[in-house]
């Protein structure tokens, strides 16, 4: 299959690799300092899944230059969405499919809205990864799952090739039975681990061995939960608990995106995570105090670093 990556950053340049070195055609599509040193010195990934090096990798800036893509992993941070949405449009053929590795709810929703029902699957990417120079990226632990497929849950031959292809290249994948619920899943994920390592200032270890952190993480995965049973999504009643066995198994020095972009001065997905939270249990009538913590203690840093003036 012929893979366009838009937005190759950490976790788009960590699945991208293992897709290529397993003889996939991959085209990274990046910028910056980290398309130069990919451009001069190959891609380094380490992982305890496996460290990988590659030499020579098809790049670029402009999607333009890549011709269409089976299957486009779309891995930029969600504000640029709509403009981005605008720029793979000539990565497109009659069966492309688009698949999001960004963080929440929302993606899915607006690539149906920009580029249309057929061009869209769901699904998520589930692994910490974080761009440690340009060029060069670490993914922590031994969790790297992806799990995706059609908004309608049909079992297509396009996902059934995707599903085909990230085997051989030795990632742990799956067809989603249920895609809502996949998605809902890794948000519940997601809510609790970026929400409590960025609002604590600390990689997850410390957090989930102190009482009152560990009542936090469960706190914000019950809340998002609930939240999700209140919109009629399938996830069990009991669903925190195995978003805190996830938490557990870990690298003690893992962390949220929402941390590592706070950390940098960058700009946060907080709006969409836990401020979707947020919205999604005020329309449903459902408290999420934890979540409404998380807003207050990082709302001020959401758009970067303020200078004065």
Known sequence: MKFAVMGAGAIGCYYGARLAASGEEVHFIARGPHLEAMREKGLQIYSPLGDLHLDKLHLT?????????????????????????????????????????????????????????????????????????????????????????????????????????????????KIADDIEAALWSKFAFITAHSGA??????????????PWGRKLLYGLARETVAVARAKGVKLPADYAEHVLETVDKLTYDSQGSLYTDLQRGSRLELEWLSGAVVKLGAELGVATPSHEAVMQGLHLHAMGVRRPG
Request: contains cysteine; charged residues 20%.
């Open 197 to 210: 390592t960025a609002l604590c200032r600390s990689t997850e270890g410390p957090i989930r061995e102190d």
């Open 61 to 173: 800036n402009d999607p333009a230059t890549v011709g269409t893509a089976d299957i486009v992993l779309f891995c930029v941070k969600l504000w640029d969405t709509d403009a981005t949405a605008a720029l793979i449009k000539p990565l497109l053929h009659g069966d492309t499919a688009v698949y999001s590795f960004q963080n929440g709810i929302y993606a899915e929703g607006r690539l149906v809205e920009l580029l249309g029902v057929p061009h869209v699957i769901g699904g998520y990417a589930a692994t910490p990864a974080t761009i440690v120079e340009p060029g060069v990226v670490r993914q922590f632990g031994t969790i790297a799952p992806l799990e995706f497929g059609e908004l309608d849950n049909r079992r297509t031959p396009r996902v059934e090739r995707l599903l085909a292809a990230c085997l051989r290249a030795g990632i742990d994948a």
